[in-house]
C-alpha cells in the first residue's frame, strides 16, 4: 500500500523549467556556448550542467561563477515577472493530502525556491521539502529519494514519486520508487519508458492512485 507522496517541483508543481533554461542559454553564450534545448535536456537528463560545456571551450571558474551568479539573479526575475503557476496543482494536492503524507524533492536552490513559494500555499500540504544541498548528490542520482524516504522512515515500496522529467525518473527509478511522470510539453522528447504509470494532467493522479 502507497502511504507517501514525494513530489518533484519544477515542471510538476510549477511551470519553471522554460525560464530556468532561457537564463542559462542567455548567461552561458557570453562565454560562447550556443546553447539550444536539444543538447540543454540531453545534458540534464544525464546529471551534466550546461557550464561543463563552458569549461570544454575553455572557460576559468572565475568566468562561470560570475555567469551562474548572474544566470541566478536573471531566473529570479522571472520567477518574479512570469506566470508560472500550474492550474488545480493545489486542489490536487489539498485531496491527496488527506490520505497521503507528502514531501517536496526538488534540485532547485533553497532560496529559488522561497521565492517561488513567497505567495503560494502549495508548501502547507508537504511534511518537509528537501532542496539543493539537503543530500550527497543531486538527481539522477537515487540521494534525494532514498534521503526523502529516510526522513519519513519509510520503504520504497511504500511510495510513489511524481515527476516529469527523465533526470527525476532515472533518481526515482535507481531508489526503487515506483514513478508516476507528468507530461510536461518543455521535455516531451525525454526517455519516460521506465516509468511506472505516465498521465497527460496532474487532474488524473487523485484517481490513479485510488486504484492501487
Keep these: 500500500m502507497k502511504s507517501f507522496i ?10 519553471t523549467e522554460p525560464w ?6 542567455a548567461q552561458i553564450a557570453e562565454l560562447g556556448v550556443d546553447l539550444d534545448l536539444e543538447n540543454y535536456l540531453i545534458d540534464m537528463a544525464h546529471g551534466r550542467t550546461a557550464w561543463q560545456r563552458a569549461e570544454a571551450l575553455g572557460a576559468t571558474d572565475a568566468e562561470i561563477e560570475a555567469r551562474r551568479h548572474a544566470r541566478n539573479i536573471e531566473y529570479q526575475r522571472h520567477l518574479i515577472e512570469q506566470n508560472i503557476g500550474i492550474p488545480g496543482v493545489e486542489s ?6 488527506e490520505r497521503f503524507d507528502m514531501a517536496i524533492v526538488t534540485t532547485a536552490r ?3 525556491f522561497e521565492l517561488i513559494h513567497r505567495d503560494r500555499d502549495i508548501v502547507q500540504h508537504m ?4 532542496a539543493s544541498g539537503d543530500y550527497p548528490r543531486a538527481k539522477p542520482a537515487p540521494d534525494p529519494y532514498l ?5 519519513f522512515g519509510a520503504e ?7 515527476e516529469d522529467s527523465e533526470r527525476g525518473l532515472r533518481s526515482a527509478v535507481a531508489a526503487g520508487i515506483d514513478c508516476v511522470v507528468v507530461h ?3 521535455v516531451r522528447g525525454q526517455d519516460f519508458s521506465a516509468a511506472t504509470w505516465k498521465i497527460d494532467s496532474l487532474q488524473e493522479l487523485p484517481a490513479l492512485l485510488e486504484r492501487l
Design 156 to 162: 520504497p515500496h511504500q511510495a510513489i514519486v511524481v
Design 110 to 112: 533553497r532560496d529559488d
Design 92 to 97: 490536487v494536492l489539498a485531496r491527496l493530502a
Design 184 to 186: 510536461n510539453d518543455f
Design 127 to 130: 511534511s518537509f521539502v528537501l
Design 147 to 151: 534521503t526523502a524516504l529516510a526522513r
Design 20 to 25: 530556468y533554461y532561457e537564463a542559462t542559454r
Design 6 to 15: 514525494l513530489w518533484d517541483h519544477d515542471g510538476v508543481l510549477v511551470d
